[in-house]
């Protein structure tokens, strides 16, 4: 399957999850790598409840709060390298989606030293998407998160989103969701690397799981205005309530 390589970009979290919802609305096969312009705090999907301390670093302009279109926990972002990856649902089975579409993300980091496996826990209800490694999830030999993945599937097409962590704000991590990221207890090459080094490394892989366009294509202007034209609707503002909400177990909960 031909899918189309997208130009890295660094840009505001929620023209990144608005450009990412755009391509899962245009429905053409495509994976792109980026990174993050500010900290930027995602939630997932069916993520609810917003921490008031969330709030607190926004209203103070010390974070962007954004809204995934796809599932799974809150992630910190501006340490980290992201992809998105948008493909038909009919290659995969929908339990072991995960499974065949993170091959190239395996293969990336076992060349690197560092062999990942699924992950076995539950969802259980931190809202910290890196506290926890369900199946949707890449873990090294210690049992550390190094990838966190989770997906939206609609009108016959999927968007992959995962975050790799290379250098977490430690200090801010702490402060907004109470643990520690795994990445920054593990010494190895990947974490040393940065987003440019491993994103190189990251598309030789891909090139060798998919087959990707040559070279990479810039942003087009409709798919901008599209982005555009849903910005909203992935920002987060202050006086968004807070609703509970129940996680769904495991893969159901990243969906």
């Not at 999907?45 to 008031?52: N, V």
Request: aromatic share 8%.
């Amino acid at each position: 399957m031909a899918v189309e390589l997208l130009s890295h970009t660094c840009l505001s979290g929620s023209w990144q999850m608005a450009l990412d919802g755009a391509l899962l609305q245009r429905q053409q096969p495509v994976l792109r790598l980026y990174t993050w312009s500010r900290l930027t705090l995602s939630l997932g999907f069916h993520q609810r409840q917003l921490d008031p301390r969330w709030l607190d670093w926004q209203r103070r302009g010390q974070l962007d709060l954004v809204r995934r279109p796809s599932g799974g926990g809150a992630v910190l972002h501006g340490g980290d390298l992201c992809y998105a990856l948008v493909l038909p649902c009919d290659r995969f089975e929908r339990e072991r989606a995960y499974g065949s579409i993170c091959r190239w993300l395996q293969r990336t980091f076992a060349e690197l030293g560092e062999p990942l496996q699924f992950g076995s826990e539950r969802a259980d209800g931190n809202p910290d998407c890196f506290a926890r490694s369900t199946a949707a999830d890449l873990v090294n030999g210690l049992g550390i998160k190094r990838v966190g993945s989770a997906q939206r599937w609609q009108g016959g097409w999927l968007l992959q989103h995962g975050s790799i962590q290379i250098a977490p704000p430690e200090d801010a991590w702490q402060s907004l969701l109470s643990s520690s990221p795994a990445p920054a207890r593990c010494d190895r090459a990947a974490l040393a690397m940065g987003a440019g080094d491993l994103a190189d490394r990251l598309l030789s892989s891909a090139r060798q799981h998919w087959c990707l366009t040559a070279t990479a294509r810039p942003l087009d202007a409709d798919l901008l205005a599209r982005a555009g034209a849903c910005l909203e609707r992935y920002r987060l503002a202050p006086e968004d309530s807070p609703l509970p909400t129940s996680p769904l177990a495991s893969i159901a909960c990243t969906t």
